[in-house]
């Protein structure tokens, strides 16, 4: 449970702190249950980064794997529009993405560069996780259609779907087989704020990436 049972007292009047984060969590659920809780309102309850950046651990499935391949690392947003993935375990590899270029570099310094428009795929991932590490809501808007699931009174499911884009910019009116699932906890020690715990891609072939992001990055060594 969320409650934290502990006393405040404030001109000889006595609070139970834990019952207010409580109540003022409830509302923000009541609402998203009552389908009258916006995007907008919603992503600002949640804790955007800092440094724009978070430490993950992946797991990676597919039918053609017997085990799900396991990496960590962090990801990070560089103003304006540069997004970096550096994998650091088990072997180091960095992925960043601009507006034009995908460049991937491995462990031992080979560098491969592709085309944005070739390969939509990493715009997905790029506005996805640009957006949430700055807490811009209008161009995940713009790049996703949305579904609010509230699952307890501190947990919030927030379901993605990329839009189709004609040259990234026109919207089709379809939507991609790709899914994405972001798990959102209540951080009670730092002003009622949700946390990005979890974030689940998925496809319809049957392939998975689920990244977990449990330490917050400014603990990270």
């Known amino acids: 449970m969320l409650v934290l049972p502990r006393q405040v007292k ?11 984060i409580f109540c003022s969590l409830f509302l923000i659920f009541k609402l998203a249950y009552a389908d009258k809780l916006s995007f907008e309102q919603l992503f600002k309850h949640i804790e955007v980064p800092a440094a ?77 996780y640009s957006s949430l590490l700055t807490g811009n809501t209008a161009v995940l808007k ?13 947990k919030i499911r ?27 906890t209540a951080n009670v020690k730092n002003n009622k704020k949700l946390k990005i715990q979890q974030i689940i891609l998925s496809g319809v072939t049957g392939e998975r990436s689920e990244m977990f992001f449990e330490i917050p990055a400014e603990k990270q060594p």
Do not use: A, C, M
């Not at 962090?74 to 992925?95: A, G, M, N, T």
């Open 52 to 128: 724009h950046k978070l430490f993950y651990t992946e797991k990676r499935y597919s039918l053609f794997l017997k085990q799900p391949l396991e990496s960590s690392g962090y990801i990070k947003f560089i103003e304006p529009d540069r997004l970096i993935k550096q994998v650091l375990l088990p072997h180091k590899k960095r992925f960043q993405i601009t507006v034009n270029e995908i460049s991937i570099e491995s462990e031992t310094g080979k560098i491969i560069k592709l085309n944005v428009q070739d390969n939509p795929q990493f715009i997905i991932i790029k506005q996805l």
């Open 142 to 154: 713009s790049y996703f259609s949305h579904e609010v699931f509230p699952l307890s009174e501190n």
């Open 10 to 20: 404030i001109k000889n009047k006595s609070y139970d702190y834990g019952l207010l």
């Open 158 to 184: 927030l379901r993605l779907t990329p839009r189709l884009k004609d040259g990234f910019i026109e919207y089709t009116g379809q939507h991609s087989s790709v899914t994405i699932d972001i798990l959102l």
